[in-house]
């Protein structure tokens, strides 16, 4: 899901949106949710993506973009279909997850911010995931891998690239 | 009212007040960045911290009232340790830059690090490195000296109304960033240099020129509007360095008109030594010779006087002097935007103060583009609608505001007559009317809906007009002000003390021009058509620039083709190549004078710069004109010229109040009431007007001869262009034409221009910037267009 050149939600989000805004008290309120429509829609926030977001909801540019960068969720770069988000927090740390990131970059050959030639992967050291019972933990899109290990990571990787949606 | 006890002397505050403001009423130091009178509270520095009794730590005191008995302590050993780490946190990544900084002298940053700093700071990782902006041509940014206080974003958000300032990341990461193409959308972007406590944001055309020390500073007048906002002119060697807001002035803020305007001063169009034209070409003369040759110009001579009314009060009452005593009846004109010389029902100037204007309970702006020509104005009224006041708009425009308009109607200037009778219908069924008005009623047959809108604002308590060039520079504008002052009768707002009766002027002293001239003044175009049939030898401008600016502008370049020209200024304006004299006047910021703003307010400079060149002031050069001319010389110093003025305009008490008796201004210079004249609608000249009415757009950047020698103001006026020549969509549909070239066929002739389509204009209309390709068009009053062909 590449973003097309004038990003556009499609009349369904739109109405979603529509539904969603009534919510609240202001259609401003309505900005987080549809940030992260926007990001599921558009693989990434694009600048003008941000734009046609502040488009809709009636806000000021400068007030998305404020938003969209204090959140180290919202992406403002593209990734690759799946982004790996290892965490290296305290509770992870101690259990290993230095070693399991280095592991996954250097299998997958790329940085944080890069993405694999063949489009599948990026890959990002983050805090805290809120899940240090599973200490070390990889989030892959929205699914959690609790005490992951680099077979398991291993393993992953080569599924996916085998073609199999996870 | 609160009492509480500030190190244990006991104040008294309204209730609600802060700690910070509590203290800086009563003259108590309390440091502090973040907080800014004019902006909402944010808290995010913590250097205002402050100690009550009975807390068990320190307040902020910006953001916490005070209460009823409450007892503050600004000073102690545990508020002086907290101080010192609070510096200590702001300058951890603070460069030491004071040396090249523009702002290091005139640094709160850095006099709180001489007062409460520690000198040396604990912190050795690695210094965030945030990269600079680009802002536009007014504001520079140095970003690593942010301290984060948020001001500049408060500004944008609450004050410029354009929200393009923001805090992008968070902690450590955090900075401020701005959201611009070429330049910040504000017309007030300048104060934001003022506002930003530390080095981060400074005044870009003024960066790297000179330290605050070295510039002394002299209180003034801005004459670029009406509004004349309180300055202070920041000079070093009689050069202006820059302009900034008076503190504690009326008004926070100025504009950048009246703030960039200053480059303007030592243009290459000053006007600095007598010139005399030898063949083709001007040469610089002594002010003997000058005067000389300026009295062959003038004596016995048919004159046309066209005087700019932004000169100090002495200078105009010296024009008025060498009107009566030099000459022999000349015709004399000083409002290039007014069509229509008759006494005006109410004349220009306010009735009320800017300040007054956010307390009424309805504001109808009549014709008029407020933000580019009043941006101050337009400010409180901004203020006003933020407070959630409803402001109403009536004209040709939805002009772009960065405010909230609650009524918004579209009219043509030949439909004024229909909403004013609309308006008058609606009130007479509720049997509100005044005397007069069933006869004015009676002329205009059509009635335009926008008039309920009118109505509906005047039927509020109070309620203020504003009325603009729309209106004042229309042909019949004396009869729509006799209308609107009925309308304004009849609903109970003309009363004293809750006159609503508001016409903006073009220009500063506006009531005390209609006062003095009153009678003897023509309108402009008057003046140039008497040059143009023969009628006059000569024409002297005294500071007026008719080609430039104004509504004559092609009137005036074929009376000057005829007539010869003598020029009395300080600035060439657009007369290029025209005057056969020219006599150098001193600028306003070179003078010792008096003016008055819209309001009127009077300002008296003082301690004025040397001039420039051989610049006098105005009225000594009048004097000499006179007493070259034959006469003996009625003033010899400035306390003989004011006399003159109060004897011109006697009811202006408080012109000698201020003068004459040392005293501060209590009362407002009063604008003009005309009640005896009756004036009509003469709908039957409009009815034969050409097919499509034409509205002037006015560029703050632009307009004026001072502005326009500015290449500051010119590099914003690109930026900002207004577009040429635009209609609505409908109106070329209907005429079956389309966007592109088209003719343009006015009373002078057909002319090709490209243009353009806005959906958010009356149908009906041509809307032509004066400053544009289609300039001379913009003083016809109606036009037809053509095909391309
Ligand atoms: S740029 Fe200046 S005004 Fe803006 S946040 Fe930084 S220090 Fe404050
Ligand atoms: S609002 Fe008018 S008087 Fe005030 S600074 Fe701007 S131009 Fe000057
Ligand atoms: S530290 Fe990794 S999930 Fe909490
Ligand atoms: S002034 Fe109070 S926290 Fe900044």
């Known amino acids: ?166 | 009212m609160t009492v509480l006890y500030i190190n244990d002397e006991e104040v008294t505050v309204p209730a609600g007040t802060s700690i910070l403001e509590a203290c800086r009423e009563n003259n108590v130091e309390v440091p502090y960045f973040c907080y800014h009178p004019e902006l909402s509270v944010a808290a995010n520095c913590r250097m205002c911290l402050v100690e009550v009794e009975g807390w068990n730590k320190p307040a902020a005191s910006c953001c916490t009232p005070v209460s009823e008995g409450m007892k503050v302590v600004t000073q102690s050993a545990g508020l002086e340790k907290d101080r010192s780490m609070m510096m200590e946190y702001l300058l951890i990544h603070h460069p030491l830059d004071c040396p090249v900084c523009d702002q290091g002298g005139a640094c709160k940053l850095q006099d709180y690090a001489v007062e409460h700093g520690v000198g040396r700071g604990r912190y050795t990782e690695v210094k965030r490195l945030p990269s600079d902006k680009d802002l536009g041509p007014f504001v520079n940014t140095c970003m690593t000296r942010c301290i984060h206080c948020t001001r500049c974003v408060r500004f944008a958000d609450e004050i410029a109304g354009t929200g393009d300032m923001g805090v992008l990341n968070r902690g450590d990461h955090m900075k401020i960033d701005g959201i611009v193409e070429d330049a910040l959308a504000s017309e007030l972007s300048g104060n934001l240099g003022d506002i930003c406590p530390v080095g981060a944001l400074l005044d870009k055309p003024s960066h790297d020129v000179s330290r605050p020390w070295e510039m002394t500073r002299h209180k003034s007048t801005c004459t670029a509007c009406p509004q004349g906002c309180d300055i202070v002119i920041e000079s070093r060697a009689d050069e202006v360095m820059r302009i900034r807001p008076l503190k504690g002035g009326v008004e926070p803020w100025i504009c950048d008109r009246g703030r960039y305007v200053y480059d303007a001063f030592r243009s290459d169009k000053r006007i600095l030594s007598p010139m005399l034209r030898v063949g083709d070409k001007l040469e610089k003369a002594s002010w003997d010779d000058a005067i000389e040759k300026a009295v062959t110009m003038l004596k016995g001579k048919r004159v046309g006087i066209v005087f700019s009314p932004d000169w100090s009060v002495e200078g105009l009452a010296a024009i008025r002097l060498l009107h009566d005593i030099g000459l022999e009846n000349p015709k004399v004109a000083f409002d290039l935007h007014r069509r229509d010389s008759r006494p005006f029902a109410f004349d220009e100037g306010l009735t009320m103060t800017t300040e007054s204007m956010e307390q009424v309970d309805q504001v109808v702006i009549l014709g008029s583009d407020l933000r580019q020509r009043f941006p101050i104005l337009m400010q409180r009224l901004r203020k006003r609608a933020n407070l959630g006041k409803p402001v109403t708009r009536i004209g040709a425009m939805h002009y772009r505001t960065n405010s909230e308009i609650a009524n918004d109607a579209l009219v043509r200037p030949r439909d004024w007559y229909a909403v004013i009778a609309r308006a008058m219908d609606q009130l007479k069924v509720l049997g509100k009317t005044a005397a007069g008005m069933d006869e004015w009623m009676g002329k205009v047959e059509a009635r335009h809906e926008a008039g309920k809108l009118l109505a509906d604002a005047l039927l509020a308590d109070t309620c203020a007009l504003l009325v603009g060039e729309e209106i004042r520079s229309h042909e019949d504008a004396a009869a729509l002000i006799h209308g609107l002052d009925l309308l304004m009768r009849a609903a109970g707002h003309a009363e004293e003390g809750q006159d609503g009766r508001n016409l903006l002027p073009s220009g500063m002293n506006a009531q005390l021009l209609s006062a003095m001239f009153n009678g003897t003044r023509t309108a402009a175009g008057e003046v140039f058509a008497a040059a143009i049939a023969g009628e006059l030898d000569t024409l002297l401008l005294i500071g007026s620039d008719p080609i430039g600016d104004g509504l004559f502008s092609r009137k005036a370049k074929e009376a000057l083709a005829k007539v010869d020209l003598l020029q009395v200024g300080s600035i060439s304006g657009d007369m290029v190549g025209l005057a056969d004299i020219k006599l150098p006047a001193a600028a306003y910021s070179e003078i010792e004078g008096t003016f008055i703003n819209m309001e009127g307010r009077v300002r008296v400079a003082e301690n004025p710069l040397r001039s420039l060149g051989e610049g006098r002031p105005l009225w000594k050069v009048m004097m000499r004109l006179i007493q070259a001319l034959g006469h003996d010389v009625p003033a010899v110093n400035l306390t003989e010229m004011r006399e003159h003025v109060l004897t011109m305009a006697p009811d202006f008490t408080a012109l000698k109040d201020i003068w004459f008796a040392g005293k501060a201004q209590e009362d407002f210079i009063p604008a003009q009431r005309n009640r005896k004249n009756v004036f009509l609608p003469n709908v039957a000249k409009m009815n034969a007007a050409k097919g499509l009415d034409v509205v002037g757009r006015y560029s703050m950047y632009k307009e004026g001869a001072w502005v326009r020698a500015s290449k500051l103001l010119a590099e914003a006026g690109r930026i900002h262009a207004l577009d040429d020549v635009i209609v609505h969509p409908d109106t070329l549909a209907e005429m079956k034409l389309q966007a592109g070239d088209l003719t343009i066929m006015s009373n002078v002739g057909a002319e090709r221009f490209t243009v353009g389509t806005r959906t958010d204009v009356s149908p009906g209309v041509v809307f032509v910037s004066k400053r544009g390709t289609a300039g001379d068009i913009s003083g016809e009053t109606s036009v037809d267009l053509g095909g391309g062909q």
Not at chain 1, 93 to 107: C, E, I, Q, R, S
Not at chain 1, 120 to 135: D, K, P, R, T
């Open chain 1, 1 to 166: 899901m590449s973003a097309p050149d004038k990003p556009q939600f499609s009349e369904a989000r739109l109405a979603e949106i529509d539904a969603l805004a009534a919510r609240y008290p202001s259609r401003k309120s309505a900005l987080m949710p549809v940030l992260y429509m926007a990001q599921q829609d558009f693989g990434y926030l694009s600048m003008d993506t941000q734009k046609m977001v502040a488009e809709v909801l009636g806000l000021r540019l400068m007030e998305v973009r404020e938003v969209v960068t204090f959140y180290t969720m919202f992406k403002e770069q593209p990734t690759g279909k799946y982004l790996l988000e290892v965490c290296t927090n305290a509770s992870c740390m101690v259990n290993g997850a230095d070693a399991l990131y280095a592991h996954m970059k250097n299998t997958l050959g790329i940085e944080p911010g890069q993405i694999t030639e063949d489009g599948l992967f990026s890959i990002n050291e983050v805090e805290c995931a809120g899940a240090c019972a599973g200490a070390p933990v990889v989030q892959v899109n929205n699914m959690y891998h609790e005490k992951a290990t680099a077979t398991d990571m291993d393993a992953l990787i080569s599924r996916i690239r085998a073609g199999e949606v996870i």
